[in-house]
């Protein structure tokens, strides 16, 4: 099974930053886009930021435009999520997605989710 482990989560104070990491397994990611959604506890899902992994293709939800940078490295096959500037509403669990069809991730149906990572984000 294709595995995405998330990391780099935490307690940050208002306009701190953090970088998230998407770790695939093997090749993972190639050829594929890669993105991130968040869920408030008793919220939805939302979606936070892509990127296709062959090009320089990237998607941000109008909350994070100015404040998240997604990047990735092919030799560690990972995904980044750069956060600054944070904001409580920020807070949320973190989940990396992957999908071989763009506009699967997109729309919030990949094939692969990891575990998540969790943002807090104080006043």
């Known amino acids: 099974q294709v595995q995405l482990v998330e990391s780099g989560g935490g307690l940050v104070q208002a306009g701190g930053s953090l970088r998230l990491s998407c770790a695939g397994s093997?090749?993972?990611?190639?050829?594929?886009?890669v993105g991130w959604f968040r869920q408030a506890p008793g919220k939805d899902r939302n979606f936070v930021a892509a990127i296709t992994w062959s090009g320089d293709t990237t998607y941000y939800a109008d909350s994070v435009k100015g404040r998240a940078t997604i990047s990735r490295d092919s030799a560690k096959n990972t995904v980044y999520l750069q956060m600054d500037n944070l904001k409580p509403a920020d807070t949320a669990v973190y989940y990396c997605a992957a999908d071989n069809l763009e506009a699967k991730l997109r729309i919030g149906v990949p094939s692969y989710w990891g575990q998540g990572t969790q943002v807090s984000v104080s006043s």
């Open positions: 093997g090749n993972t990611f190639s050829a594929t886009a």
